[in-house]
Each structure stands twice: as C-alpha cells, then as structure tokens.
C-alpha cells in the first residue's frame, strides 16, 4: 500500500520563527490533507491539497504531485500552533496518515 | 459551517462489554469512514462506507467490528465484545465523493475517546 513520511518527527520553535514540516508518499494520489491534531485530540483539517499552492493565514501548502511530496510552511509561528501536524492521502476509499510532526512552540 | 458530530466524546467500559460509537456526518455527505488512534501514534483507517455497505476495511476491521447507517443521519460503529488494547480514539469523518476518480475533503468529528479496562 501507499506509504506516508513526515519530518521532521519533532520540532521545537521560538515564537516568532517560521517553520517548514515535510511529506513524503510513494505513489501518485488523488487527495492529500493537512491536518492539526490540538492538544485535545481533535483532528483539524488545514488543508485539501492534492497539487498547487494555498495559503490560510500565517499557513500555506504546495503539493508537487509528480514529485511526491507536500510541504507544509507555518510563518510567525505562535504557542497555539503547538501540537501535532499529519499528512494524509488517499489511497483508495481511506485516507493513509503519515507518523506525524510534533511542533512545540516557546514563548 | 457544517460538522461532523460524535458522541459519547468519552466512553470507560470494561473488557468483554459491547460498545457503541455514535457519529452524525454532515447531511449532504455521501461517504462515512471510521479511524481509530492508538495513544500517541498515527491516525489508522478502520472501515469506509458507501450506499449502505461496506465499501472497504482494513486488516484491523475484524468479526468484532461492525458499522450501521439505522437511520438517515447516524452512523455508528459497533465493538461487539471489547478489548484492552481497543482502546483508542475513534474518529469518524464523512465526504461528498462526487463519484468515479475525483475525490474530496474528509471532514473528521472531535472523536470518541474509548477506554477499555
């Protein structure tokens, strides 16, 4: 089945410092998603990105679909973005998440 | 904005007991998934559905598992006889799927935190 890689696996931020969270799949996919896991587990979706760029806010994607990797790039970063950043893609009628990015953010 | 609603948000139970899991995708929603997390490790596919039935599962969807649409707006998710490592946050989430190869944003709920003692 299709695989999903994230680096880095930790990432600890001074407030203020911009950051860039990395995935990787192994093969060619229909959907791809950011997601925020916060601290009380919930799951938010961040982005739908299976190719191009986007931007919310202070975050923004790019999927380079033919070459198999999605970039996630959080500027200014604050505390509220603490917490665990996923990747997910699709691969067949389910969504295959990658191990995640842990991201601490000092004050 | 509309969202997808589960409840219990917690659920202790003991080992042996059935359990179930309650979800309200989003009403124009065509497709509904299960996932569960496993205490500090990534998010794992359970079973999607379409149209009544099952459209695929994974190796972790046994003979324990079963899910239901009883009714327009429910589905659940049932653990007939629990165990100690189902424990676990489930997650439901629900898509438009506008059908053939194109595909759309899964919309997760806040998730079942289940507790299996």
């Known amino acids: 089945g299709i695989q999903v890689e994230q680096s880095p696996p930790d990432l600890i931020l001074q407030e203020g410092a911009n950051s860039t969270l990395r995935c990787n799949f192994s093969?060619?996919?229909?959907?791809l998603q950011w997601f925020h896991q916060n601290p009380w587990g919930q799951l938010i979706n961040l982005f739908y990105?299976?190719?191009g760029t986007k931007q919310n806010g202070r975050l923004s994607a790019t999927t380079v679909a033919t070459e198999r990797y999605s970039l996630l790039y959080i500027s200014s970063s604050q505390t509220t973005d603490s917490g665990v950043y996923f990747c997910?893609?699709?691969?067949?009628?389910?969504?295959?998440f990658g191990a995640g990015t842990i991201l601490r953010v000092k004050s | 904005e509309p969202e997808v609603t589960q409840t219990p948000s917690h659920q202790v139970t003991q080992m042996g007991q059935e359990v179930i899991l309650r979800c309200v995708p989003i009403?124009?929603?065509?497709?509904f998934y299960w996932y569960r997390q496993i205490l500090g490790q990534k998010v794992e596919f359970l079973v999607s559905?379409?149209?009544?039935?099952?459209?695929?599962k994974s190796e972790i969807f046994d003979d324990q598992f079963s899910v239901e649409r009883p009714d327009g707006s429910n589905f659940t998710l049932k653990i007939r006889s629990t165990k100690l490592e189902d424990s676990a946050m489930y997650f439901c989430?629900?898509?438009?799927?506008?059908?053939?190869?194109?595909?759309?944003?899964?919309?997760f709920g806040p998730g079942t935190r289940l507790t299996v003692l």
């Open positions: 009403s124009n929603h065509l497709y």
């Open positions: 093969d060619s996919v229909n959907n």
């Open positions: 989430a629900s898509s438009v799927r506008r059908g053939g190869l194109s595909t759309d944003t899964q919309y």
């Open positions: 990105i299976p190719s």
């Open positions: 997910a893609v699709e691969g067949g009628n389910k969504l295959v």
């Open positions: 559905f379409y149209n009544n039935e099952i459209s695929e």
